[in-house]
Nanobody, 112 residues
Framework: VQLVESGGGLVQPGGSLRLSCAGS????????MSWYRQAPGKERELVAG????????NYADSVKGRFTISRDNGQNTVYLQMNSLKPEDTAVYYC??????WGQGTQVTVSS
């Protein structure tokens, strides 16, 4: 099983990034997918989740209206579109499949 995140980087406040997470080695479409993040010195927190076929999504209050989670089961990929980024969004972002599998994380830094 592999989950590989990509798309992180350095962006100025107010900017946008799109994270991707490609899954392999399991039946992607059977799993709810989610994005978590962990900032230095803080606990890992849920950012957004999406049901197995994308009918249902949920978001942390801190990102509602700015982030959008989506998935493409044909490509075994889940996305996180992040707009209006703030310095407090700086963290390592992880994708998760169900409650079992984690990716290795991708760094997002929001700074001028």
């Amino acid at each position: 099983v592999q989950l590989v995140e990509s798309g992180g980087g350095l962006v100025q406040p107010g900017g946008s990034l799109r994270l991707s997470c490609a899954g392999s080695g399991f039946t992607f479409s059977r799993y709810a997918m989610s994005w978590y993040r962990q900032a230095p010195g803080k606990e890992r927190e849920l950012v957004a989740g999406i049901s197995s076929f994308g009918a249902s999504t949920n978001y942390a209050d801190s990102v509602k209206g700015r982030f959008t989670i989506s998935r493409d089961n044909g490509q075994n990929t889940v996305y996180l579109q992040m707009n209006s980024l703030k310095p407090e969004d700086t963290a390592v972002y992880y994708c998760r499949a169900g409650t079992i599998y984690w990716g290795q994380g991708t760094q997002v830094t929001v700074s001028s």
